[in-house]
């Protein structure tokens, strides 16, 4: 409801705003403001009656030129200018909860012609709030079927390079031996030190940084020519297990490769050519 309030204010171009939200039985209220102006307790049954009268209906926004300007400035305070305007708003959500809202104070008052656009607005907003905060910890997947989503050859290793989870390719990359292999239960590198450098990027990226939510190292793999490739470790996301990094190997297309960048920079066919690893080799047409 606090992000609900905030996302409105700003939609509205107010700096306060009132939300209240009523179960699908009726039975209780929940409210929360935004800005400086406190929620007088006079007003709960009020808002609880037009919360019970709307319930089920379409969002409707209407200027408070009317009786309930009072009963705004009870929500929201008193308009700071002479022209303040505010704009009342009440609809029922997907989980069969009734909003009601407040939101003042406008410079200008609303047009009658953006209504329809705005409560269509303001459902959206509603729904995203309440999707991110339903979110929990528990959302993601095991470290194992996270893993497989990925496209490129992934591993969680430990400080020690103990790996602890592996996806398929990254299987058929190991076994390859040629770029990483793993080594009993570690990682290892094509050389010691290209496993020396890894070792040293996963405890970097392991070291709690303040400010810092993600370290991002890169380690070259292999340089040659032919089989150029690198790693990229950082820790591990916050599903997995503390204390645990993550190496992703990123695999290229290169005939693909060279054809973007010819297509980019409207490359003839032999410079295209030129692009590719293997453009020694002569190519039959």
Known sequence: MEHFGKAVAELFECNRCYVAAMSHTGSELKEVRIGHAAIDPSCTMTVARIARKGAGADCALLEPVNARTS???????????????????????????????????????????????????????????????????????????????????????????????????????????????????????????????????????????????????????????QQFAFAKIGAAPTHCDVGKALVIVPQFDEVLGAHRIATAFGLNWAEERDHRPDSSIPVST
Request: aromatic residues 6%; proline residues 5%; glycine residues 8%.
């Open 71 to 225: 009963f705004v400035r009870k929500l929201i305070g008193s308009e700071p200018g002479t022209n303040g305007h505010s704009i009342i708003g009440r609809f029922a959500s997907r989980d069969r909860s009734t909003v009601v809202f407040v939101a003042g104070w406008r410079q200008a008052a609303l047009v009658r012609a953006e209504i329809p656009c705005l409560a269509r607005a303001v459902r959206t907003v509603w729904g995203t709030a309440h999707s991110l905060v339903q979110r929990s910890p528990n959302r993601y997947p095991d470290a194992e079927i996270w893993l497989e989503n990925l496209a490129f050859p992934a591993f969680i290793v430990d400080e020690g390079l103990h790996v602890h989870e592996v996806n398929r390719c990254g299987r058929a990359l190991s076994a390859k031996g040629e770029l990483l292999r793993v080594d009993g239960d570690r990682l290892a590198g094509s050389s010691r030190l290209v496993t020396e450098r890894l070792r040293v990027a996963v405890r970097e990226a392991l070291i709690p940084r303040l400010g810092q939510v993600w370290l991002n190292t890169t380690v070259p793999l292999s340089t040659e020519r």
